[in-house]
């Protein structure tokens, strides 16, 4: 991409002196971008954020730093659990709130769009905290400092501070990053997300999908456990009345069985479930090879004994 910017820079340049340019260089498109992967925090991280911000709020003595220590709180929780952007949150103002209904409303967003917001409890809690040292200002916005509106840099800065004193890489975009990604693991529906988000286009959001997962992971192994169980049974019915094996029901039961566990070779397993797919297929191997040795019509469509995968 630099290289066709600096060619059809020369290209620009070389017709402002007079020499005949085919449009068609001039517009040719760079190479489209991959996009890179939101960076999220872990559970664990923003256990170490959050925590370090409400003791920095229970022990403010002064004050500025109780009013300081309940709006970096109230910050946090809302680019953590409410997914605002950083310019959202400068931008909100107090008739945005609706507390009672634990929501407030984003008004032209990005691209002036307007959306609700839900508010968790502990959300609700931590702004109204805030709003007992709010205090006076010369504007209706939520969040001042200083009796003036909070910039975003002021968040960035802040967030920077708490991020050196736990060991966490922490800014705000990156607590919006991660709460669309727990949304995601919590089996959240994507459209409720991508609405949540304030997102025009419906992949825009699915990136979240693609960085990890556990919702995809559970209902793996959740159905792999379901198939596992339902292949167990299978031996029980092959015993007769007295205790000897049907020839007949036997073989059949058998080839179903191989279509069975021939499918499921096929997906990604653990170690532990490749050790029940081989064990299953050696217990169809006693099945089928003695099958193959008689000539009776009930068994004769069985040609050979089932090979190993």
């Not at 709010?134 to 939520?142: A, K, Q, V």
């Not at 479930?273 to 090879?289: G, I, K, S, W």
């Amino acid at each position: 991409n630099h290289d066709l910017h600096t060619f059809q820079g020369t290209l620009r340049f070389l017709r402002q002196q007079g020499m005949v340019i085919p449009h068609q260089l001039l517009t040719l498109s760079g190479l489209k971008k991959p996009h890179s992967l939101p960076r999220f925090l872990t559970d664990e991280q923003v256990h170490l954020v959050q925590k370090d911000l409400v003791q920095r709020m229970e022990l403010a003595q002064t004050p500025t730093a109780i009013r300081n220590g309940r709006l970096d709180l109230a910050v946090f929780y809302l680019l953590w659990q409410g997914g605002l952007r950083v310019c959202e949150v400068e931008d909100l103002e107090l008739d945005d709130l609706f507390l009672p209904q634990q929501r407030l409303m984003i008004r032209e967003g990005k691209g002036l769009k307007d959306r609700t917001i839900y508010l968790t409890e502990a959300t609700t809690k931590a702004i109204e905290a805030y709003l007992e040292v709010r205090g006076p200002g010369n504007s209706n916005y939520l969040f001042l400092y200083r009796h003036k509106q909070m910039s975003k840099d002021l968040v960035r800065c802040r967030l920077k501070a708490a991020g050196k004193r736990t060991g966490v890489k922490v800014s705000p975009h990156m607590l919006r990053h991660t709460f669309a990604t727990q949304l995601v693991n919590a089996g959240c529906d994507v459209t409720t997300i991508q609405q949540l988000l304030g997102h025009k286009r419906l992949t825009t959001t699915m990136v979240y999908t693609h960085i990890h997962n556990e919702t995809v992971a559970n209902d793996f192994y959740t159905a792999m456990a379901l198939i596992e169980k339902r292949l167990q049974p299978h031996g029980k019915h092959l015993q007769g009345e007295n205790g000897t094996s049907h020839p007949h029901y036997a073989n059949i039961d058998a080839m179903n069985l191989v279509t069975l566990v021939a499918e499921l070779a096929m997906e990604p397993l653990t170690a532990s479930q490749r050790m029940v797919v081989t064990e299953l297929q050696q217990r169809l191997m006693t099945l089928t090879v003695p099958q193959t040795a008689t000539t009776s019509p009930a068994n004769s469509f069985v040609k050979e004994p089932l090979k190993p995968f």
